[in-house]
């Protein structure tokens, strides 16, 4: 809740209103999982809180840290036993994390190991803070940058993530500052026109993957729905309102869309737009067949539209050795249930 829906929440409970930033705080500062913690609160109070109320909660199921490069990678268990997973990233300028918007998801993309799970529910806005609440606890780090790229498409959750933009950078709580926000998004064009209209200053990151119709609606039948000119339409429009360069994810499969014939459509496609391509070697998920693209192609495909003035960078692989991408812990958690 924002402070203001906790000053509402109050009074219907009969509790006045200045209780509302007392809570907050220790909600988003303090982290605490228990209305028993909140030791300026009165007894009474704690009680009505704990009857009408809960703290959402990421638990954590499994955690495996990388030998390569300390990346960590956590499966979390919520308060209704729902499995979702997220990644703390250490770099030089500090820690980063991915989180998950929803538990599995909706899009069926065909080399993503969190579509093969299937789709469970929507986080909540207190279910996306409380992972990174978590990770900092865990680590005692603080983080300074986040992306929702985890599991679950974030604008197929568009209010809950609206919400949770505000409450963690709000200056009275983990006051991390839209600009060191990146929300990812299939392509969901409609969202995204919304997300142009609030004009936050969060990086959009657009899960590309493909230059044309063919091979994007072949990997991502999100495409049927927003083909790739309508979609790409709504990112020039994003970038016109908003003044911010949107990232354009671009998973490099071999033999699928990383010939050079597709990097010369896709600097066509992009000819013009404030954006950024980052290329990504697949990761090689069981049961999808995809291999990732050979360094000469990838370097090849880079080079090509950095020279025909589309910038591009190569993602540097973090967690290799612990199936860092989203998706797969999970899907060993639900396999074993079953």
């Known amino acids: 809740m924002s402070i203001k829906e906790l000053e509402e929440a109050l009074s219907s409970i009969g509790e006045p209103k200045?209780?509302?930033?007392?809570i907050f705080l220790w909600l988003h500062k303090k982290y605490v999982q228990?209305?028993?913690e909140m030791l300026n609160l009165s007894k009474n109070l704690r009680e009505k809180l704990k009857e009408n109320y809960y703290i959402s909660d990421s638990a954590i199921e499994k955690k495996l840290i990388s030998c390569y490069d300390s990346t960590v990678k956590y499966l979390f268990s919520l308060n209704d036993g729902e499995y979702v997973e997220a990644v703390l990233m250490s770099y030089h300028h500090g820690y980063s994390a991915c989180i998950s918007t929803q538990a599995g998801c909706k899009m069926g993309c065909t080399f993503c190991a969190t579509g093969q799970g299937g789709f469970r529910r929507s986080l909540t806005a207190g279910e996306m803070l409380s992972q990174l609440q978590t990770m900092e606890k865990d680590r005692n780090v603080?983080?300074?940058n986040v992306v929702l790229m985890g599991m679950g498409e974030p604008l197929d959750n568009y209010d809950n993530v609206i919400k949770f933009l505000h409450l963690v950078s709000d200056d009275d709580g983990m006051n991390i500052g839209m600009r060191h926000i990146a929300?990812?998004?299939?392509?969901?064009?409609?969202k995204i026109r919304a997300l142009a209209d609030l004009k936050l200053q969060i990086t959009l990151s657009v899960s590309l993957h493909a230059p044309n119709d063919e091979i994007r609606s072949a990997t991502m039948p999100v495409n049927k729905r927003f083909p790739i000119d309508e979609l790409l339409s709504s990112c020039r429009e994003y970038a016109d309102k908003t003044g911010r360069r949107i990232t354009f994810e671009y998973a490099m499969i071999a033999e699928v869309n990383d010939s050079i014939t597709c990097a010369a459509e896709l600097c066509s496609r992009l000819k013009g737009m404030l954006c950024h391509v980052n290329l990504i070697p697949v990761n090689?998920?069981?049961?999808?067949?995809?291999?990732?693209?050979?360094k000469k192609s990838l370097n090849a495909f880079c080079d090509y539209l950095n020279s025909h003035g589309i910038p591009a960078t190569i993602r540097r692989t973090l967690g290799s050795d612990i199936n860092a991408s989203c998706g797969q812990l999970r899907g060993r958690v639900?396999?074993?249930e079953s």
């Open 18 to 22: 200045y209780r509302a930033k007392q």
């Open 34 to 36: 228990s209305f028993d």
């Open 142 to 144: 603080r983080i300074s």
């Open 183 to 190: 929300v990812s998004t299939c392509g969901l064009a409609d």
């Open 284 to 294: 090689e998920v069981d049961k999808t067949g995809y291999k990732k693209s050979g």
């Open 334 to 336: 639900k396999d074993a």
